[in-house]
């Protein structure tokens, strides 16, 4: 079997980012083999990145990180169908066993034996997409249009995210949707609500650049900047959420006030947000948990059981890829180009689009939304 050596970018610690030479074998039986064009970095990347670690979860070897990727076919294992030399394709990252009886239901993301690549969950770890190429089970990537380009296919990952919280939400037309945070998987959740026949979408952050470009960029139809205080005392912490619930349902519209709203997708995992969230969805709507934060929280749990708010977890994703890019190709998802605001141009400078990622704007003043690290032979 031919062996070829290929450039990787590893972590090995925080901050601890090398480039390494990886041997990679032809694509085996059902397999077929990428050549990486753009990975996006995400947050929990960037938590590697800094810490070395993602919660439990610690680098113990030297571990390829990336898995928002798409990239162009190169090779063929034995047993592939539907794929040719040249295809333009999208990486499902996370490899379920296909066995279990979530695999089996369509809900493969909550496969117990879930493989996901740049996780350090399982040892060996299973390596990420900052590579010159990859090996992918061809059940596992998508077909790209032509006419949709490889770094807005990469955001095919995080897209997914924001389709699966609506489809669980299940996002009806003519209702009135907030988002909790106005980060790329916000404003997406933003903008999927909308493609889905939402007609009042508000999001609320704490940075006004933010909030601009969404409504700017048509992901919002109104904004609102979060500025209350903290609160020392849960008592002071929920009057202040409530507050911010008041405002929010107090947000005009065709001079009539929007009133509490249908769908909530909480994308901060910040426990105020979480409770604005509550206080701000009506009666019998549904409060998506998208962002992950502390997970332990103090909230009035009361106030959604009292008034049938459902409170329903979002993890990942599941069946959400074809979507996606169905949605980005029919020019369903906006401002695609302004979404990577930054790129850096192969692996080798994967440490400077980390040091970017993780920073709200760049030393100009431009904010960051999505750094991509872009094979530029492939742009």
Not at 182 to 202: C, D, E, N, P
Not at 227 to 243: D, H, P, V
């Amino acid at each position: 079997m031919t062996v070829q050596n290929i450039k990787a970018s590893v972590l090995l610690g925080a901050h601890d980012l090398r480039t390494i030479s990886r041997e990679l074998s032809e694509p085996s039986y059902g397999e077929v083999q990428v050549e990486v064009s753009s990975t996006t970095l995400c947050g929990s990347d960037i938590h590697y990145y800094n810490h070395g670690a993602n919660g439990d979860f610690c680098v113990r070897e030297p571990l390829s990180l990336g898995h928002e990727s798409a990239g162009i076919i190169k090779a063929l294992g034995s047993g592939v169908d539907g794929f040719k030399v040249g295809d333009k394709v999208a990486l499902e990252v996370g490899i379920p066993c296909d066995k279990c009886k979530f695999c089996r239901k369509g809900r493969y993301n909550l496969c117990k034996e879930m493989r996901f690549r740049s996780s350090a969950k399982t040892f060996p770890h299973f390596q990420g997409t900052l590579q010159d190429r990859i090996n992918v089970p061809s059940a596992w990537v998508h077909k790209v249009p032509t006419s949709l380009k490889l770094e807005h296919a990469a955001l095919a990952e995080p897209l997914s995210v924001a389709i699966h919280a609506a489809n669980r939400a299940k996002v009806e037309a003519g209702s009135k949707v907030l988002v909790m945070g106005a980060g790329a998987v916000g404003l997406f959740s933003a903008a999927v609500a909308k493609a889905y026949g939402a007609t009042t979408v508000v999001i609320a952050d704490i940075a006004q650049n933010r909030l601009d470009f969404a409504v700017k960029n048509g992901f919002a139809t109104q904004s609102y900047l979060v500025n209350s205080g903290r609160g020392t005392t849960i008592e002071e912490k929920l009057k202040i959420c409530r507050k911010i619930a008041d405002d929010l349902t107090g947000i005009k519209d065709d001079e009539e006030k929007i009133g509490e709203f249908d769908y909530t997708f909480e994308c901060t995992g910040v426990e105020s947000c979480v409770q604005t969230g509550i206080f701000a969805t009506a009666p019998g709507g549904k409060l998506m948990f998208v962002g992950m934060g502390n997970p332990i929280q103090h909230l009035h749990i009361g106030s959604a059981a009292l008034r049938e708010v459902d409170l329903l977890g979002v993890f990942r994703y599941a069946n959400a890829y074809p979507i996606a890019i169905e949605l980005m190709a029919k020019g369903k998802i906006p401002a695609l180009d302004k979404i990577v605001t930054h790129k850096v141009y192969g692996v080798d400078d994967a440490s400077r689009a980390f040091a970017l990622a993780g920073k709200p704007q760049d030393e100009n003043g431009n904010l960051v939304i999505k750094v991509a690290i872009v094979n530029k032979d492939l742009e």
